[in-house]
Every structure is written in structure tokens, then in C-alpha cells.
């Protein structure tokens, strides 16, 4: 859902672990869903996408869960590396706009 | 892949004046364009959609006459704060919808208002 004004949560992970990101949505209606990752001072970049048909995708070393049900979205990273440090945003497609959730920051730690 | 260019990226202007900021893309065209706000350690606020030849649609409690938004060819949008204040200080973002649904997003404009 939208944003109120919260301050990030943070995962800390170690190098090499895999992270796992949890994101929450809130209009059932919703039936594209995209993960982005934004670096300080920059616009957010695309992850990895996911289509309400569709519970589970992967790419490269990112893989995208959709639970409908309890309207949940997470996102997997495989052998989390020092790039991966950034905000994540999940977002979701209703009435042809995207609304973003609170975002989570990854610190990733050697 | 699809790019959205957004201009300036930083900008530093004094109270009461207008600042304005362009969104563009590159290799496609867009009809529809959004506008974001982002304070601090926050997500991303959508303030409005710029829809190609027509007014845009403001979010609730987003002030039309104060983020004035122009939306005049398939490629450029434009959003102009008008009389900026402190509070005003802030990144915007603006993104455009390519092929088939993905959002791209433009670096994003720092704007400091003193």
C-alpha cells in the first residue's frame, strides 16, 4: 500500500548469505507486482516482476514469491554480495499506476 | 531496455521562486507519466499522473496549483513547482510505462529549497 511516512526497515545480512524480503500489498484487485532496487540518490531500478497468475519467478540469483491469499509478496536473493546493499521497494500495479510499499534497506556485511 | 531521461538532477533554488523539471523518454513513447516524491529514508509517493494532451490526475491532497504538471508531446512531462518553499525540498522521480507494463524510472531530481 502507500507509504505513511515510516523509517525503513533494515535487514542485515552477511556476504554470501541469501536475503529474503518481505513486502505486504493492499489492494486485492492488483495483478502485476514488481520488485525494485534503489541506490542512494538515484531512481529506483527494476528487479524482477511477477503477474497475479503466476506464485513464484526467478532470475538471476533473485527469485520473486507471490502469495495472493494473505496478499504477500517477498523477494529472494541468492549469495547476497556488497552490490546488493540498497533500498527495495516492492510496488504494485492497480488502475494503471504503481504504488509503492515502505521499502526495506539491505546492509550487506563481509 | 527502455530509458527515461529526467533533467536536472540537482537544482538548488530560493523560496518563493518556480523550479521546473523534465521527464523524458528516450526510445519510446508514453502516454501516461508519473510523478513521485520521495522525503528521506522513505518510499515513493505518487503525486500524479501526466496523461499525453490532457490535464493531469492529482492524488489526493497532492495541490494542482502549486505542482503544476505539462504533459504536451508523447515523449516530455514536465513538473514545475511553483513558489517553492523549504518544504517543498525533496527527490522527485517521474516514470513512464514502456512494453508491455514495465515502469522505468528517471534518475531522479534532487530540489533544495532555501
Known amino acids: 500500500g502507500e507509504s505513511v511516512g515510516l523509517h525503513l526497515p533494515t535487514l542485515s545480512v552477511q556476504e554470501g548469505d541469501n536475503s529474503i524480503i518481505n513486502c505486504a500489498y493492499s489492494n486485492s484487485a492488483s495483478d502485476y507486482f514488481i520488485w525494485y532496487k534503489q541506490e542512494s540518490g538515484k531512481g529506483p531500478q527494476f528487479i524482477i516482476d511477477?503477474?497475479?497468475?503466476?506464485d513464484k519467478r526467478q532470475g538471476q540469483r533473485v527469485t520473486v514469491l507471490l502469495n495472493k491469499t494473505v496478499k504477500h509478496l517477498s523477494l529472494q536473493i541468492a549469495a547476497t554480495q556488497p552490490g546488493d546493499s540498497a533500498v527495495y521497494f516492492c510496488?504494485?500495479?492497480?488502475?494503471?499506476?504503481?504504488?509503492f510499499g515502505t521499502g526495506t534497506r539491505l546492509q550487506v556485511f563481509p | 531496455g527502455a530509458v527515461v531521461s529526467q533533467h536536472p538532477s540537482r537544482v538548488i533554488c530560493k523560496s518563493g521562486t518556480s523550479v521546473k523539471i523534465e521527464c523524458r523518454s528516450l526510445?519510446?513513447?508514453?502516454?501516461?507519466m508519473f510523478w513521485y516524491r520521495q522525503f528521506p529514508k522513505q518510499s515513493l509517493m505518487l503525486m500524479a499522473t501526466s496523461n499525453e494532451g490532457s490535464k493531469a490526475t492529482y492524488e489526493q491532497g497532492v495541490e494542482k496549483d502549486k505542482f503544476l504538471i505539462n504533459h504536451a508531446s508523447l515523449t516530455l512531462s514536465t513538473l514545475t513547482v511553483t513558489s517553492a518553499h523549504p518544504e517543498d525540498s525533496s527527490f522527485y522521480i517521474c516514470s513512464a510505462f514502456g512494453v508491455p507494463t514495465e515502469a522505468f524510472f528517471g534518475q531522479g531530481t534532487r530540489l533544495t529549497v532555501v
Open positions: 510496488a504494485e500495479n492497480g488502475t494503471d499506476k504503481l504504488i
Open positions: 511477477i503477474r497475479s497468475n503466476m
Open positions: 526510445d519510446f513513447q508514453a502516454t501516461t
